[in-house]
């Protein structure tokens, strides 16, 4: 089912991370902004993405941290994005 959205400048609208969505184009002088953010309880752990369809994202991000001269593991990006939010420490 297509529903149509319209926001007024500085609106904010937050999408669950499996919804399809999508924009017409950017008719404005400005820019878009967008932040991705994900929450997950404490207790959650890294599940290996290789053989998945989370595999070629993987890839990207490592490679982007190579081309910054960094050898990194995607398991290791995800333990430094990751930030405590409330409740106890961890896995990530």
């Known amino acids: ?26 008719r404005t002088n400005g820019f878009r902004k967008a932040i991705s953010c994900h929450y997950a309880s404490s207790s959650c752990y890294y ?8 595999a070629e994202i993987a890839e990207e991000v ?4 190579r081309t910054k001269g960094v050898e990194v593991d995607y398991l290791d990006v995800w333990r430094y994005k990751s930030r405590l939010v409330a409740g106890l420490e961890g896995s990530l």
């Open 1 to 26: 089912q297509l529903v149509y959205l319209e926001m007024d400048a500085g609106d904010t609208v937050i999408f669950h991370p499996l919804l399809i969505h999508g924009s017409g184009s950017n």
């Open 47 to 54: 599940i290996d993405v290789r053989g998945t369809s989370q």
């Open 62 to 65: 490592e490679g982007i941290a």
